[in-house]
């Protein structure tokens, strides 16, 4: 109950000094705005570079994947290449 009333009493008194003080409200207003922007957009390109070079990493790993992928399955041909030769000549 008394957070209750601590809070109504918060508010009633937030928007006195709001009516009383709006053009210095509209004034911090105008400065913090430009502040935030700058910060928010600071922020944006730190955690797209990041992502960035996430994505680089994983194009690296899934390149290395695909040539040791590759040297497989060439092993692999050249294998079944002689086992078809040796069954030709069998016969």
Do not use: R
């Not at 009516?19 to 730190?46: D, K, R």
């Not at 797209?48 to 994983?58: A, S």
């Amino acid at each position: 109950m008394k957070t209750l009333i601590g809070g109504a009493v918060a508010a009633v008194l937030g928007l006195i000094g709001l009516s009383v003080w709006f053009g210095e409200f509209l004034q911090l207003l105008a400065g913090a705005i430009p502040v935030m922007l700058l910060l928010g957009g600071g922020l944006a390109l730190y955690l797209g570079f990041d992502e960035l070079k996430d994505t680089w990493k994983k194009d690296d790993t899934v390149a290395d994947a695909a040539d040791d992928d590759s040297e497989k399955y060439k092993k692999e041909i050249d294998e079944l290449k002689k086992e078809i030769e040796t069954l030709k000549t069998e016969k």
